[in-house]
């Protein structure tokens, strides 16, 4: 694999740091910045929602860029927004720095995968991208504990300054690696994006994405403040186990996407939406019980993720009946999907604890996760429905060959 790969690598490990990283750190910013637990949480929302807008509209608005260009681009305003977070003086700055990164955060993704496949043959293509996308699962296992011990001990500051040095790296390893004669595929309009949108059966799977998403966020995003008030965790120990969490989903996202391979993808979203709910409210049980908090993280960690290959998997199936003219498309809307999921989760969450407590949010998450178990539910009735129809419509046609 070519160095460039790596330096792409590094882009995604930085990025989803900074994504996740301020789970960890809900606590700390609250009490730095004289706010609310909930207000705290809103830094989630809000980097979601940069994301779930940015991916389709700047991808669109920037698909004729030359892509070196637009890829240094986005790592610098990555690395700006991060440096503005950590000079950031107040709340409505560092709001206002996690809208900046997220708007990268989608594009990057969208463009990185074009750039991974050229840098290698065809043969290799599907290895550049899982190369590129290990960045985001050593992120979770690696960098936001560490992230999240940096800011406990230095400072919250701290913490975004040590990712906008990954991002200065980042961008200094890209200029320096990738070249710059790389050809991007044709930009998927603004109005082929809403044609996709216009599709009942993907919009069914981009709300069980949202939701299944979603329901594991309402809690997670509060999971700091659980295990320190409820669980009785001190501050310096969230980080190690952030870190069993982040172990946990690579874990589950290998897994996840070996059972969709074996059973199919909406059976095996039926089993892990099924297990995700019925750990989150077992959450609400052994929260108050250390070791039982930590081995209940371990086991949701692996099920939040889990659900990722199949999603995938399946808005990718269905675009192929539905929208066989804007597959990707499709699922790169499936990735604005999990940040809206994200969003939703986080900002639902801080109302639960705003009104009913920090230990509302887990089964409340259950419940939203059993929402996302019966559409997709449905869904499978549906797909069900529709072979049959096709049988059917295929039998009289038989029946005159005879």
Same mark, same amino acid.
């Given at each position: 694999?070519?160095?460039?790969?790596?330096?792409?690598?590094?882009?995604?490990?930085?990025?989803?740091?900074?994504?996740?990283?301020?789970?960890?750190?809900?606590?700390?910013?609250?009490?730095?910045?004289?706010?609310?637990?909930?207000?705290?949480?809103?830094?989630?929302?809000?980097?979601?929602?940069?994301?779930?807008?940015?991916?389709?509209?700047?991808?669109?608005?920037?698909?004729?860029?030359?892509?070196?260009?637009?890829?240094?681009?986005?790592?610098?305003?990555?690395?700006?927004?991060?440096?503005?977070?950590?000079?950031?003086?107040?709340?409505?700055?560092?709001?206002?720095?996690?809208?900046?990164?997220?708007?990268?955060?989608?594009?990057?993704?969208?463009?990185?995968?074009?750039?991974?496949?050229?840098?290698?043959?065809?043969?290799?293509?599907?290895?550049?991208?899982?190369?590129?996308?290990?960045?985001?699962?050593?992120? +979770?296992?690696?960098?936001?504990?560490?992230?999240?011990?940096?800011?406990?001990?230095?400072?919250? #500051?701290?913490?975004?300054?040590?990712?906008?040095?990954?991002?200065?790296?980042?961008?200094?390893?890209?200029?320096?690696?990738?070249?710059?004669?790389?050809?991007?595929?044709?930009?998927?309009?603004?109005?082929?994006? +809403?044609?996709?949108?216009?599709?009942?059966?993907?919009?069914?799977?981009?709300?069980?994405?949202?939701?299944?998403?979603?329901?594991?966020?309402?809690?997670?995003?509060?999971?700091?403040?659980?295990? #320190?008030?409820?669980?009785?965790?001190?501050?310096?120990?969230?980080?190690?186990?952030?870190?069993?969490?982040?172990?946990?989903?690579?874990?589950?996202?290998?897994?996840?996407?070996?059972?969709?391979?074996?059973?199919?993808?909406?059976?095996?979203?039926?089993?892990?939406?099924?297990?995700?709910?019925?750990?989150?409210?077992?959450?609400?049980?052994?929260?108050?019980?250390?070791?039982?908090?930590?081995?209940?993280?371990?086991?949701?960690?692996?099920?939040?993720?889990?659900?990722?290959?199949?999603?995938?998997?399946?808005?990718?199936?269905?675009?192929?009946?539905?929208?066989?003219?804007?597959?990707?498309?499709?699922?790169?809307?499936?990735?604005?999907?999990?940040?809206?999921?994200?969003?939703?989760?986080?900002?639902?969450?801080?109302?639960?604890?705003?009104?009913?407590?920090?230990?509302?949010?887990?089964?409340?998450?259950?419940?939203?996760?059993?929402?996302?178990?019966?559409?997709?539910?449905?869904?499978?009735?549906?797909?069900?429905?529709?072979?049959?129809?096709?049988?059917?419509?295929?039998?009289?046609?038989?029946?005159?060959?005879?």
């Amino acid at each position: 694999m070519p160095l460039a790969l790596w330096a792409l690598a590094l882009s995604a490990f930085a990025i989803g740091t900074t994504e996740f990283v301020i789970v960890g750190l809900v606590p700390t910013i609250a009490s730095s910045l004289h706010v609310s637990v909930p207000s705290a949480g809103l830094l989630v929302t809000m980097y979601a929602l940069g994301v779930a807008v940015g991916a389709p509209v700047l991808t669109a608005l920037t698909g004729r860029l030359p892509r070196k260009a637009l890829l240094l681009g986005l790592m610098a305003l990555f690395t700006a927004g991060n440096l503005l977070a950590w000079m950031a003086p107040g709340y409505g700055a560092l709001m206002a720095a996690r809208v900046l990164t997220g708007l990268t955060h989608g594009v990057f993704f969208s463009i990185g995968s074009t750039i991974a496949t050229s840098l290698v043959p065809k043969e290799k293509a599907a290895s550049a991208i899982a190369l590129m996308f290990s960045g985001l699962t050593v992120a +979770l296992v690696t960098g936001v504990p560490l992230g999240t011990f940096i800011g406990q001990t230095f400072g919250w #500051q701290a913490t975004f300054l040590a990712v906008a040095l990954l991002g200065a790296i980042a961008v200094a390893g890209s200029w320096r690696l990738i070249p710059a004669n790389i050809r991007g595929s044709a930009p998927a309009p603004l109005r082929t994006q +809403l044609a996709v949108l216009r599709q009942p059966r993907l919009l069914l799977v981009y709300a069980m994405t949202a939701l299944g998403y979603g329901g594991s966020f309402t809690a997670f995003t509060f999971l700091a403040p659980i295990l #320190q008030e409820v669980s009785g965790f001190p501050a310096a120990s969230v980080g190690l186990v952030m870190l069993v969490y982040g172990v946990s989903v690579a874990i589950g996202n290998i897994a996840g996407g070996k059972l969709a391979d074996r059973v199919g993808p909406v059976r095996a979203l039926q089993w892990v939406f099924a297990a995700l709910a019925l750990v989150l409210l077992v959450l609400t049980f052994t929260a108050p019980h250390r070791w039982l908090a930590v081995a209940t993280v371990l086991l949701w960690g692996g099920f939040a993720f889990g659900s990722v290959p199949g999603l995938q998997v399946y808005v990718v199936r269905r675009a192929e009946q539905d929208a066989p003219q804007a597959v990707d498309v499709a699922s790169g809307l499936n990735i604005a999907a999990f940040n809206v999921g994200i969003a939703i989760g986080a900002s639902g969450g801080g109302l639960v604890v705003a009104h009913l407590g920090l230990m509302a949010t887990p089964w409340i998450g259950a419940l939203v996760v059993l929402g996302a178990l019966a559409l997709t539910t449905l869904s499978g009735r549906l797909d069900r429905a529709e072979k049959a129809d096709r049988r059917c419509a295929a039998s009289p046609v038989t029946m005159a060959g005879m």
